[in-house]
Every structure is written in C-alpha cells, then in structure tokens.
C-alpha cells in the first residue's frame, strides 16, 4: 500500500496540542491519528472540561454521516492506487526485442532474427536473441544470395535502425517502446520513477502546508487537479524530459490525494472506530483499485488512453467541498470554534443525534483555554529530538527502518516484471494481498503489540524474498515473492503507526513528518534495486530480503507501545521503554 499518514488520538490532557480535540497540526501534512490507541479519559472537573473527542460520543462516533464519508473514501483510494502504480504499466517492455533491419522488412518475424539477430545469454537450454546488437552485413546481398541463416561468424554492430518489439505478451506499445528506452536507454523509466518520488516529496510539503493554513479540503482539491492535469500532460509526452517532467508533477498527487480524505474521515469517527475505517479503506478500497489497474491498461491497449483514463478521474475532486466537511478538529486549531460547531450540527441532524447546548459551551470554554495555554507554552522543533540520546537513538532507529520497510515494499512493487511470468496476472495476485495483511493486522495488532510484529513481518519477507532470488522456477519464485509482499504489507501497516506512538506529543507531527520523507528518499533508491535485474536476476529479490531481515532485526531495538500511555513531553520520550526488555512478548505477558 502506498505510504499515507496515521492520526494519533493524543491525550487530552496536553496542552501542548495544537486542537481541542487532540490533533496534532505540522506543516508537512503528516498529521497522526494511531487508529488503535485509546488514551486515558481525563477526569472529570468541575469546571467540565470537554474537549473534541469526549464531545463526539454526543453527535455520534460511526453514525450513518461517518459512513457516507466513509464510502466517500473510494474514489480517493482509487486516484492514489492509480498514481502510484499507473507508470508501471504505460513503460512496460516486451522481453523480446530485436534490432530493427529494414533490408529485411518483408521477412516473417522469425526469419527476420534468424537472419540479422546473433546468440544472447543462455537460459538452461533455450537460447535467447540478443536485444542490443545485430550483424554488420549487407542484408540486400544476403537476400539476393538466398542465405536464410546468419553465419555466426558474421560481424556484430550495435542497433543501427531503432528496435522492433514482440508485442504477445504485453498486447501493446508503451512510452518505453515508442521512445526505444531498450539498451543504453533501459534505466530512463527507472529515473522517472525516481523523479516521480522527489515530487511526492515536493507536493507533501506545498500541500502539507497548504492544508494547515488553508484547510484540508483546499489541499485535498489543489492536490488532485495537480494530479489529474500532469497525468493528461504524460500522455503527450514526446521525449523523456517532458515525460519527467509530468511525472514529477504527477507525484505531487501521490498520497495527498488521498491522505487529506484519509485525515478528515479519522478525525470524525470515535477512537473504537480508527482501526476499522483506517485499515478496510485500505484493504477495500485501494486493494480493489490495485487490482483492476493492469487490466484497465490490458484492455485499453494504448498508453495514452491508460494515463488519461487513470488521470481524469482526479477532476471529481472538485466536487468535494459541497460533498465533504473540512476539518472541525482544524477550524478549531484556527480559532473558527462557531464554524467546527455549525459542522458538528449537521453531524447531529444526519445521524440522529441531539447534543445538549451546555456541552457545547464547554467545549468552546475548553478550546479556549487550551488556545491560551498554548500560547505562552514553549514551541518545540524536531531537532529536540536528537538533543537527548535514548529518544535521538528510538529516532534514529525509526528513520533508518521506515526507509528499510519503505523500499522494500515499493521495490517489491515494481518487481513484478520481473518474475517472469504474466506482469498483469501477476500484480494483481500480489495487490490483492494487501486485503488479508490488512485484515489480519487489524485483528492481532492490538493483542500481540507492534514490535515483534514488525519485526517477524519484515524478517519472514524478507526469507521469502531471499528464497524466492534462488529458485529457478519461475511459478514457485514469484509464489515465494508474493508471499514476500504479503508479509512486506504488514510491516508497512506497522509502521505507519509505530513512529506516531513513539515520539512525544510535543514534537510527534514534525518528527512523523521527518521519518516520512526520509521514507519517500528511500523510495527513490527502489527502482534502481529493482533495476540490478539487469545485472543478475537474483540481485533485486537478494537485495529486498537482505534488507528486510536487517530492519527486522532493528525492530526489535524499540519500546514496545501496546498498552502503554504514548509520551507527552521530550522526557517521557527519553523515559519511555526504559523498563522493557528485548525479550519481552506482550501477549505472553497476558
């Protein structure tokens, strides 16, 4: 799945919050939301402190409102799913491909090689063609000397006249075939992936920032009409740069467009509720996306169609603003309480509810108060995060395997070419997995805790990973592969989270911040992993597992936070953990 940001419901207690309600603001669109962490109630006092998520059992935690949103989230899982995995289907290459000889057009497919392609590489006992170099001869003397077979003796030169493609398996041209990206050429789709996650990078801080001073829905818009407007312009691409270019701009789109959804669905439904709308928007809506992209690129046949098809979609974003509330939780951290409360009010009319005015009262007395604590409290910066040395080293370790978990599932991804057998088939059995890694995830993650979770999830992929690079059936590798992924799914789902309870209050949206775009650099280094294929075909998976057992083992370096009140202050995040034990199993301890 690709990498969105988690909420996490922080104690309602910390003044230090930028929201009443608990919502930690940064201007890097990681606001976090745990979806399986339930933090203590503060008591009650006299002066009834209400606060936005002792306010939403009154207006409803998953009434039938949140379940419109809900629903609302499909078309958004479908644009990410399609932006994060559309290239990988309009720059397919057919694995065979042969010198272009126009001496020789007239000729049959196989006669054509026959005559004017020499040996390549041995696989077993078939014999490949070579895809970069042709024989140095005069074909029109060789046709008029009837010769049908090349002399292996012949000289052999580069490419001379372009590339022609065996287009059986992969029913159509691409941009890598029309623009023969074949041969000295082959890494330019891997530099546009690339560039393609410096965007995200770019477009998670332009519209992170647009989303905390202009609201959520704006950045929501903004981000998909970006999207849908480069995702066009790929289609009338003419050559890598303009190509490059779009996707750079197309990966302003990625994960914005549906994180802001994401965000503000989270911030609506009660804290038993997050783990269900957070992990089944995933597991439904985006595995389904996922999985039907390679075959609307299948049946479309034409590239151009694929990127406007997966791209104009986008458009119906604009719609959100009479579709979709903004943000209460925001509007509150920007003093509009009247305008949270006006939006609370149709959450009572859909679903049914009536909120009492003095609760109302108190939650505007409590925003209040919050508000001017806060601005005589003292302001944090992610740097406090490397001043102490435990919380430096927890930071350290969450960076380093956010990137591990990062790579490993994006180069798991786009290595579905290759596993040698049918690409299309293929990614959809590997998409689908993401349905029982999420549905699995949501059932034990609360009872077997988050370490030894992430650190068994990344390890036994990263063994299938390993043992799928050494075995030389191609259905047998690409099972083994895909089960690889299945397991790199959960880690990902882990890992989501596990920086957002780990961190404390005070800096915990700057720091989720840091560590995801740490994870987007990773990112950038995945298809050139995936590229080593290359080289050798056991390099990318050999890679992958090598990478997963190492950030397995890191894992297990971290506090476990099952059951454990999340650290407020830079103390609690220097303290927390320090009575734990590596060995220790939550679910034992039951």
Known sequence: MPPQENFVPEAEHVSENKVCGGISQNPCNISTISQNVELPKKQK?????MDFDELLPYVGEFGVYQKILFVLMIPFAFFVAWVYFSQIFITLVPEEHWCRVPELENLTMEARVALSIPPGTNHGNHVTRSKCSMYAVN??????????????KWPITNCKHGWEFNYTVIPYPTVATELEWVCENAALPTF????????????????GWIADRYGRIPALVGT????????VATAFSTNFWEFAAC???FGFAFDNCFTMMYILVLEYVGPKWRTFVANMSIALFFTFAACVLPWIAYYLADWRMTCIVTSVPLVLALATPWLVPESARWLVSQGKIDKA???LRKFERINGTKVPEDIYDDFKDTCAKIQKEEEAGKSYSVLDLFRSPRLRNIT???IVIWMVISLVFDGHVRNVDNLGLDVFVTFSIASATELPADTFLTLVLDRWGRRWLACGSLIVSGIFSIWASLVSDHIYAASLAIMGRFCVNISYNIGLQYAAELLPTVVRAQGVALIHIMGYVASIAAPFVVYLDIVSPILPLLVLGILGIVGGVLSLLLPETLDKDLPQTLQDGEDFGRDQGIWDVPCLMK
């Not at 006092?45 to 402190?49: A, E, N, V, Y």
């Not at 393609?196 to 998670?204: E, M, P, V, Y």
């Open 192 to 207: 546009a992936q690339s560039i393609f996650f410096i965007g995200a990078i770019f477009g998670g801080l332009i519209f």
């Open 224 to 231: 998909n009409i970006v999207g849908f407007l480069a995702g």
């Open 139 to 152: 074909y029109t003397e060789i046709l008029e000397k009837g010769i049908i077979v090349a002399d292996p």
């Open 396 to 398: 350290l370790l969450l």
């Open 45 to 49: 006092t006299s002066g009834r402190d």
């Open 341 to 343: 409360i006006e939006i």
């Open 247 to 249: 996707r750079f701009l």
